[in-house]
């Protein structure tokens, strides 16, 4: 722990009185406050028009002491022998909680419907018999135990065409998470990813269509996934900022294969990135 990343967790009732808690952190209560006062307001808060009672908010989330302090982290998985999610953690005590603290209330598409049982009956036992099926699900449960066995990321890739299985695969392992919504696209710049990556540290991550992601990061992407290192970037003043870390497992799924995206900027495939990135026919050939 090194003292910084202070912050507030807020407890509050949205008018259907739903309670909502967020770790905030205290530097959204810099200067005019409107983040904040629009991530709380998407959640539901009522909070009045007027500037000068607008501002008394601030100062009394600011003001307040609570009697418990709580240890914060930036990042969802294993701190230690607790297990951080967006809006629960797994094996802390009342006497040293720990939160996972962040920017917005917008996390992992987390959720639970129906029973183990259920989904034991109506999911896994149906993707007996089909090796791809049977690996996203491996890998659904194998994110979570990588801190436990000190191992570093990587990923697999489900390569073939329309209706091959690919999105059902994916559906599957995000089914062990939450709703479908849990699956991301690649559709994304590499910085975004990171941000993707550190909700998702110690968790499955799901992304689909490869081939909308830029070729010119291909190559990049694998190794910043895998290697659960961001990029190290500089302040305004020219000092070095904290390097956002993870540890993730991910499944994904396109027409084309990570070597193609590289090769069509002009690259060339590297063996770390074919090791890093597991590439399969999504079609095992067993008719399925």
Known sequence: MQGGEWGRLLVFLDRDRREHRWTMPMQMLAGSGEELRGALLAEGLTITSS????????????????DVIARCVTRTGWHGDVFVLPRETLGDTDTEPVLYQAASLEGVAMGQGGTLDGWREQVAARCAGNSRLVLAICAGFAGPCLGLIGSEGGGFHLRGGSSSGKTTALAVAASLYGPPGYRKEWRATDNALEGVAGLHSDLLLILDEIGQLDARHAGQVAYLLANGCGKARAARDGSPRA????????????EIGLSDLVTQSGGKVRAGQEVRVIDLPADAGAGL
Not at 51 to 66: C, K
Not at 243 to 254: C, E, M, P, Y
């Open 51 to 66: 500037g000068r009672d607008r501002a008394r908010m601030a100062d009394y989330i600011q003001s307040e002491r609570p």
């Open 243 to 254: 390097v956002a870390s993870w540890r993730v497992l991910f499944l994904s799924g396109g």
